[in-house]
């Protein structure tokens, strides 16, 4: 079986990456899930996984090369192969690709806005079948803060991701801005598309709404995944809530940042400027005052929903250095407990492929 | 973010978005609208190239051709600005600053502070700038530095279609004369627009590419030659930094210094003449606070001092490229073992 690595997409805007280092040689063998390369876009860079078991045959993309996306970067093989059926398939793999940017985009998944109750919500659903999995991301974020990981989810079901209201391209106006206001929206997608049950999975203030959500409903919740979850614990760093609620300039917004990773370097200007076209949308600024006092005020969680765990199967991942929300939250669920060595509050998007793989086995093992 | 327009769209967005937010905000200049008095006519030109079509069908109340008197339409927007109102006023091309100069340097930008603080002119000049059209002399100059030379007015020179929106939306709002100028070869590029209504603040550069070698700063146009350079540059081993000014005034001082502490050399790239420039303000300004920093001499990529020409080959020979910015770079970052 001959396999065609090719340049992967992560997030909407992605174009062309560009290659950074092969971490295999041609020759080696490469397992499944396993690093392959580091690609670099004008975003973030990271490791091209294969989505194959096989020997690396073919590098086809040097170091420094910019390759649009869906372009050859190498050939895999799984058993035998000669030399000519590599040709062949490159040959035919050329033929048939088209570079153009525009193509890849109109071919691309794509996010979609609809109006529920008045307020606009985006939501982008990648994958098909079995019981579908839902995202949440946390304060301050998108549906992009799962670019990682629902690619790869939505290999084994449907798996939709959204912009809670306030936040990414969905309507910034708030009633309240507690957490029920956000359960409601989810519930509310939940209606449009017609789902009764879904497996949620939140990360930070995500979590929390998750775990709302499941108080509300909890015959609509199949599972609940819980990444450095809100909602399990009064602690959670104010300084951080405020610092990034109030930063209006990339000097302000950079030491705030900075806490969420742990690795420093990859808050780089471009993701500093990406957030900060964020925060300057009309009705954000207020969209994150209302949430922070409703949810946070004085540096202290104001819900605790430890009890909710364990109704459902549950998952909790967490990284051991988180700054935000500290790890201990974890301790004495009634849940599957996942600690990363090592890792910040993102653990989702910085060690993207452990939390897949906890990810996809919990939520295979689900009836 | 997927949405993509271009840069005339976003302006043209701009102007719709906070005409309907907003009672106040008029627009008045030549053919803005376009066939006034003339019936069946109206939105025959939308602007001289097309920058507010559209716009007079839904507000027509607030999209008045001018007559052909700067002196008389860019004073009455000043007035009008005094009065409560907020006039975006299009000067069409910028060359056109000496038929109102008056109205601009010794009225708008000075009321706030002849009359104690007790008057604000919350007004915008829209105008074309620079050269590559084709278009000779009179309708091709890039005269940035005219304007931030006068203190009271804020020049803002937007290099992207997503600067172009914020920054409008930004100067309407504004309480002060802004000089809101839109390169005409940067019309039709594409880029991610928000749909929402967002404002991007003045005085704040964008770092554009990070780099450890060089430091280019510039502004509008020259911020997409700057980076085709940089990419050039970085094939030969020279990681530039690119720093897209977007307001020459207020000018974000400590970005320019903060990237040249890094890089410690700088090339300034200026579309404008090259005599009293940007290009010599931010070399004096790095030459003063920050020649400590500096490992190499300060390089500076300009027109030359003449009128822009108008044949071809000239025009292309007096606008900055990127083969010229890349030779000024190479001059520099050679000595780089020397220090």
Redo the contacts between chains.
Sequence with gaps: MIHTLTMPKWG??MTEGRIDVWLKQPGDRVEKGEEVLDVETDKLSSSVEAPFSGVLRRVLALS?ETLPVGALLGIVVEGEATEEEIDAVIDSFNAGFVSSSAET?ASGP??QKVEIGGRLLRYLELGEGGTPLVLIHGFGGDLNNWLFNQPVLAAERRVIALDLPGHG?SG?QLRSGDAEELSLAVLALLDHLRLDRVHLAGHSMGGLVALTVADQAPARVASLTLIASAGLGQEINGDYLQGFADA???NALKPPLTQLFSDPALV???ML?DML?FK????VDKALQQLNTALFEGGRQKLDLRHRVGRQPSLVIWGSDDAIIPARHAEGLDAQVEILPGQGHMVQLEAAERVNQVMAAFLKSQP | MARKISYQQAINEALAQEMRRDQSVFIIGQDVSGGTGSPGEQDAWGGVLGVTKGLYPEFPDRVLDAPLSEVGYVGMAVGAATRGMRPVCELMFVDFIGCCLDQLLNQAAKFRYMFGGKTTTPLVVRAMYGAGLRAAAQHSQMLTSMWTHIPGLKVVCPATPYDAKGMLIQAIRDNDPVIFLEHKMLYSLQGEVPEELYTVPFGEANFVREGRDVTLVTYGRMVHIALEAATSLARQGIDCEVLDLRTTSPLDADSILESVEKTGRLVVIDESNPRCSIATDISALVAQQGFSFLRAPIEMVTAPHTPVPFSDALEDLYIPNAAKIEAAVLKIADKRNAA
């Design positions: 909407l805007s420094d985009e794509s996010a391209e910034k209006s300039n990339r780089t200007r471009q400027e076209k300057r949308l009309e009705g």
